[in-house]
C-alpha cells in the first residue's frame, strides 16, 4: 500500500520515459520517410545550385548544422572512447536528426527501470 520514494519516483519516471521512447522513434521513422521520398524525387546534388543561390536556405542549413554541432558537444561528453566521439560527429553531420534522434534512443533503452530521466543527460 505504502510506496517508498524510488518506486514513486519510478512510477513518475515511466510515462516520460515512453513519451520520450515515442517521440524519438516518431522523428526517426518520420525523417527516414521523408529524406527516402524526397531523395526519390529529387537528388540532392541536382538541387544543391538552387538551394544555395536561396539566402534562407542557406541560414537554415546554418541553423541546422550549429544544432547538429551544439548536440554533438552532449554526446561527446556521454561517450568515453575518442572512437565513438568521432563516429558520432560523422553520423550526425551526415544524417541530422535522423542520427541524433536514434542516438537518443539508444540512449533512452540503456537506462535501467529504476533510473530517472535525469539520467538520460548524465554519462
Known amino acids: ?9 519510478d512510477c513518475a ?10 517521440l524519438f522513434s516518431a522523428i526517426f521513422v518520420w525523417m527516414v520517410v521523408v529524406t527516402i ?25 546554418y ?3 550549429f544544432g547538429f554541432i551544439t548536440f554533438w558537444v552532449w ?3 556521454k561517450e568515453s ?3 565513438s566521439r568521432l563516429l558520432w560527429l560523422v553520423l550526425i553531420l551526415a ?8 542516438y537518443v534512443l539508444i540512449q533512452l533503452f540503456r537506462l535501467k527501470p529504476d533510473q530517472p ?3 538520460l543527460l548524465r554519462r
Open 1 to 9: 500500500m505504502f510506496r517508498t520514494s524510488e518506486e514513486r519516483n
Open 75 to 77: 554526446v561527446a561528453y
Open 63 to 65: 541553423d541546422a548544422y
Open 13 to 22: 519516471n515511466q510515462p516520460m520515459k515512453t513519451a520520450l521512447k515515442l
Open 95 to 102: 544524417l541530422g536528426n535522423i542520427a541524433m534522434s536514434f
Open 37 to 61: 521520398r524526397t531523395s526519390m524525387t529529387v537528388s540532392l546534388w541536382s538541387s544543391l545550385h538552387s538551394f544555395t543561390g536561396n539566402p534562407w536556405a542557406v541560414a537554415t542549413l
Open 81 to 83: 572512447t575518442l572512437w
Open 117 to 119: 530521466v535525469e539520467a
